[in-house]
């Protein structure tokens, strides 16, 4: 574990991405705390053009603005078919206020048409550490896959309803939280970041 380290401010109000990042830290003895828990901080504009710029500029933000670690990930969706687009959009694919709903169902409506054979894409995750003495760590993950050419299940979120693993029928949304941890893109960015912590 890093000295001195017990908690770590997860830059995100999102309460299911941090969940699924405390079910993988489980035993390395670190406490998470959200944005909410950890004091009033200003929204990260996140303007860098790749998803390691991103997640680094919003945990340099917030381990400045609360003095503490701080954990940040960007991740999205590239599909090949679609130039790699959403890419770093993929949160406000359909606009700034898109739902999950609207950020999956514009994506199905622009892959009309296209063969299961054309529809590749990869969900890609980078998981940013910075501490309050300035020190910085990145973690990556990639989970290739295909895009299904319509919903398929009622459970995780973002894209996870159009989204098959590479070697499976099922989509990210049919599967249980455990099942999709052990393969996804930030499972296996947050994995990486565990070990660090563990070996550190």
């Known amino acids: 574990m890093l000295d001195g380290i017990h908690e770590i401010v997860v830059a995100t109000r999102n309460r299911k ?8 830290l489980d035993g390395t003895g670190i ?10 901080c200003p929204e990260v ?13 919003k945990a340099r933000e917030i381990s ?5 670690a701080a954990l940040a990930d960007d991740s999205g969706l590239v599909v090949d078919a679609l130039g790699g687009s959403p890419g770093v959009f993929s949160a406000r694919y359909a606009g700034p206020e898109a739902t999950d709903l609207d950020n999956y169902s514009k994506l199905l409506r622009e892959l009309e048409g296209v063969p299961t054979g054309k529809r590749g894409a990869r969900f890609v995750c980078c998981l ?6 300035g020190e910085e760590f990145v973690f990556d993950g990639v989970c290739e896959g295909v895009i299904a050419e319509k919903k398929m299940g009622q459970s995780g ?6 989204f098959i693993p ?9 599967m249980s939280p455990q099942e999709k941890d052990s393969m996804s893109h930030r499972g296996r960015a947050i994995r990486a970041f565990a070990e660090f912590l563990l070996d550190g």
Do not use: W
């Open 45 to 57: 504009v996140e303007d860098a053009p790749d998803f390691r710029g991103n997640a680094l500029k």
């Open 17 to 24: 991405k941090v969940d699924e990042i405390a079910r993988m």
């Open 166 to 174: 590479e070697g499976h029928e099922r989509s990210f949304a049919e």
């Open 157 to 162: 979120f973002g894209y996870d309803p159009v």
């Open 64 to 68: 400045s603005c609360t003095q503490r």
């Open 31 to 40: 406490k998470l705390l959200t944005l909410d828990e950890a004091g009033e």
């Open 128 to 133: 940013a550490l910075v501490l309050p003495d």
